[in-house]
Nanobody
């Protein structure tokens, strides 16, 4: 079992920044891929960013490329999502996910474990 706990969400004005954290505990694997997804009211959960636990290869949704950065600290079993230049359309509940093996990183079905989510609201 892997437990994931997100933190760092909140209310921010358009153009602002937030950093989300996801702390993993329990059984972790060196080959585990970590991902961030989000879900807005009435919409499907969508891929935001993913990163291989070893090697550092990452992937981003087109809608966040150039604005969001995913990173990880293996010593702390923590993954981060730095979100800059936030827009109102980034408003959603953000979920951290873990899976192994993961091929594309972009599908919810590739991940076995999920956090409880953290709310991000972008509003003036």
């Amino acid at each position: 079992q892997v437990q994931l706990v997100e933190s760092g969400g909140g209310l921010v004005q358009p153009g602002g920044s937030l950093r989300l954290s996801c702390a993993a505990s329990g059984r972790t694997f060196s080959s585990t891929t970590m991902g961030w997804f989000r879900q807005a009211p009435g919409k499907r959960r969508e891929f935001v960013a993913g990163i291989r636990w070893s090697g550092g290869n990452s992937n981003y949704a087109d809608s966040v490329k150039g604005r969001f950065t995913i990173s990880r600290d293996n010593a702390k079993n923590t993954v981060y999502l730095q979100m800059n230049s936030l827009k109102q359309e980034d408003t959603a509940v953000y979920y951290c996910a873990a899976g192994t093996p993961v091929a594309t990183m972009m599908s919810v079905y590739e991940y076995d474990y999920w956090g409880q989510g953290t709310q991000v609201t972008v509003s003036s």
